[in-house]
């Protein structure tokens, strides 16, 4: 009798030695997409969850090219947004407003756009809905869309959490974001998921320090565990502090803070501009991106996304990282030339008068650090710059580069043997 107990003892800890062991094998929780097969396998990916955050006002325009670009090999992606619709056969959004309190959502003047198109669809938006708006230094305040917006920030931690309990990341983006995901794998590869880690573009308004929305963030499972359960211990009070700010990242950056985790900046490699807008040369922060690894970019549209997907494809064989070295010989440098008409390469500053273009290029080259200069044909003002932009298209003006400066700069930078890491 003892020695059948003594057996059975064994056996069961033999058994829960076993599922143990097995349950610390157990990769994370099926995926929640089926992603194509030509997909490269990635095991770290199984971990992350990535969130594109968008809102009806945009959603069926700026979604769908990233259901074939930057989430398709993504196994766990969702998309919050303010208003549940199909945005594929296989994807809907998720509302990640509808556990905000009912008087909140019944009474506030942010959540007006929000209950016509509970109550109606899509169909209730109007021209003053869609319309882009200018961005000013507190964001676009004549935007329904954009002040609806941020009240997504704080409930989407709890729906994140609730879609993919055991993710390891949570990765949020926008639609006008793009994420080179090899980079991100491997920076995340380097920072330990057990720690309570907020990693993002580091910002300031007033003494708040806050990951940069639209240059994406990320969080890791305990950061975001400790700010729901933070949250829920006063979701009035935060509602009252989310509708007296302006900024919805910025909030996040609070709760964060809050519960004592600090953004740990991550500047270069997460940008907030596009590729054709960012300052490759220059230091900031102490640090020169040049030989960062590319993250992240901001500002793209259904062009720029793609011109980044081509691009990661055409550096696919490269060794080691894609760093912004890359990303400026390869997508902006081709774009520089000697002098595009019509054209604005967003130089701002102080004009000075001159009486033709060629002028404009004689002040350029006087100043020592001057890369690129534009001239208005109507006023006959010239302005300079040591940073370099593309810019756009604009009948009226002349825009110029000084190609020589441009690649010696480049060329001095170096090859990047050393891969720079935050
Ligand atoms: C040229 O300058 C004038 C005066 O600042 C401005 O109104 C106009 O828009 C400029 N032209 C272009 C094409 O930017």
Same mark, same amino acid.
């Not at 059948?4 to 990769?27: D, I, Q």
């Not at 700010?245 to 803070?257: E, F, K, N, R, V």
């Not at 102080?350 to 650090?369: D, K, N």
């Given at each position: 009798?003892?020695?059948?107990?003594?057996?059975?003892?064994?056996?069961?800890?033999?058994?829960?030695?076993?599922?143990?062991?097995?349950?610390?094998?157990?990769?994370?929780?099926?995926?929640?997409?089926?992603?194509?097969?030509?997909?490269?396998?990635?095991?770290?990916?199984?971990?992350?969850?990535?969130?594109?955050?968008?809102?009806?006002?945009?959603?069926?325009?700026?979604?769908?090219? $990233?259901?074939?670009?930057?989430?398709?090999?993504?196994?766990?992606?969702?998309?919050?947004?303010?208003?549940?619709?199909?945005?594929?056969?296989?994807?809907?959004?998720?509302?990640?407003?509808?556990?905000?309190?009912?008087?909140?959502?019944?009474? $506030?003047?942010?959540?007006?756009?929000?209950?016509?198109?509970?109550?109606?669809?899509?169909?209730?938006?109007?021209? !003053?809905?869609?319309?882009?708006?200018?961005?000013?230094?507190?964001?676009?305040?004549?935007?329904?869309?954009?002040?609806?917006?941020?009240?997504?920030?704080?409930?989407?931690?709890?729906?994140?959490?609730?879609?993919?309990?055991?993710?390891?990341?949570?990765?949020?983006?926008?639609?006008?974001?793009?994420?080179?995901?090899?980079?991100?794998? !491997?920076?995340?590869?380097?920072?330990?998921?057990?720690?309570?880690?907020?990693?993002?573009?580091?910002?300031?308004?007033?003494? !708040?320090?806050?990951?940069?929305?639209?240059?994406?963030?990320?969080?890791?499972?305990?950061?975001?565990?400790?700010?729901?359960? $933070?949250?829920?211990?006063?979701?009035?009070?935060?509602?009252?502090?989310?509708?007296?700010?302006?900024?919805?990242?910025?909030?996040?950056?609070?709760?964060?803070?809050?519960?004592?985790?600090?953004?740990?900046?991550?500047?270069?490699?997460?940008?907030?501009?596009?590729?054709?807008?960012?300052?490759?040369?220059?230091?900031?922060?102490?640090?020169?991106?040049?030989?960062?690894?590319?993250?992240?970019?901001? $500002?793209?549209?259904?062009?720029?996304?793609?011109?980044?997907?081509?691009?990661?494809?055409?550096?696919?064989?490269?060794?080691?990282?894609?760093?912004?070295?890359?990303?400026?010989?390869?997508?902006?440098?081709?774009?520089?030339?000697?002098?595009?008409?019509?054209?604005?390469?967003?130089?701002?500053?102080? !004009?000075?008068?001159?009486?033709?273009?060629?002028?404009?290029?004689?002040?350029?080259?006087?100043?020592?650090?001057?890369?690129?200069?534009?001239?208005?044909? @109507? @006023?006959?003002?010239?302005? @300079?710059?040591?940073?370099?932009?593309?810019?756009?298209?604009?009948?009226?003006?002349?825009?110029?580069?000084?190609?020589?400066?441009?690649?010696?700069?480049?060329?001095?930078?170096?090859?990047?043997?050393?891969?720079?890491?935050?």
């Amino acid at each position: 009798m003892p020695r059948l107990r003594r057996l059975l003892f064994g056996s069961l800890l033999a058994l829960c030695l076993l599922y143990t062991l097995y349950h610390h094998r157990t990769p994370s929780s099926p995926p929640l997409q089926a992603i194509p097969p030509d997909c490269p396998s990635h095991p770290d990916l199984s971990d992350i969850l990535v969130i594109l955050k968008t809102g009806v006002t945009e959603s069926r325009d700026k979604v769908p090219i $990233h259901l074939t670009t930057t989430l398709r090999c993504i196994p766990n992606h969702a998309l919050f947004s303010d208003y549940i619709e199909p945005l594929s056969p296989s994807i809907s959004t998720h509302d990640v407003l509808a556990s905000l309190s009912p008087a909140l959502i019944a009474t $506030h003047p942010d959540f007006d756009l929000y209950r016509r198109v509970q109550a109606h669809g899509p169909t209730a938006l109007t021209p !003053a809905d869609l319309n882009p708006d200018i961005n000013t230094p507190i964001g676009k305040p004549n935007n329904p869309g954009w002040k609806l917006d941020k009240w997504k920030f704080l409930p989407m931690l709890d729906e994140a959490l609730a879609l993919k309990p055991d993710a390891k990341w949570y990765v949020f983006m926008e639609a006008d974001t793009y994420i080179l995901w090899d980079n991100l794998l !491997a920076w995340l590869r380097r920072l330990n998921p057990k720690d309570a880690i907020y990693l993002g573009n580091q910002m300031q308004i007033v003494d !708040a320090i806050f990951a940069h929305g639209g240059s994406g963030f990320i969080l890791s499972r305990p950061a975001v565990v400790k700010a729901v359960e $933070h949250r829920k211990r006063s979701r009035d009070g935060w509602e009252r502090a989310v509708g007296e700010h302006w900024a919805g990242d910025c909030m996040l950056g609070i709760l964060l803070q809050d519960v004592g985790i600090e953004l740990t900046w991550g500047w270069p490699m997460l940008q907030i501009a596009p590729p054709g807008e960012m300052d490759y040369f220059d230091l900031g922060y102490e640090r020169r991106p040049w030989c960062y690894p590319a993250v992240s970019f901001h $500002h793209l549209d259904g062009d720029g996304i793609r011109e980044l997907d081509a691009m990661e494809r055409t550096l696919k064989g490269k060794k080691g990282p894609v760093v912004y070295r890359d990303v400026f010989l390869n997508v902006m440098r081709p774009q520089l030339r000697d002098v595009r008409t019509d054209w604005d390469n967003l130089v701002e500053g102080e !004009a000075v008068s001159v009486t033709s273009f060629a002028a404009c290029r004689g002040v350029c080259s006087r100043e020592a650090l001057c890369l690129q200069y534009a001239y208005n044909e @109507t @006023t006959s003002e010239c302005r @300079t710059s040591t940073a370099l932009a593309v810019g756009h298209p604009q009948p009226g003006l002349s825009a110029g580069w000084m190609m020589d400066r441009i690649d010696a700069m480049a060329d001095s930078l170096g090859e990047c043997d050393e891969i720079s890491w935050i």
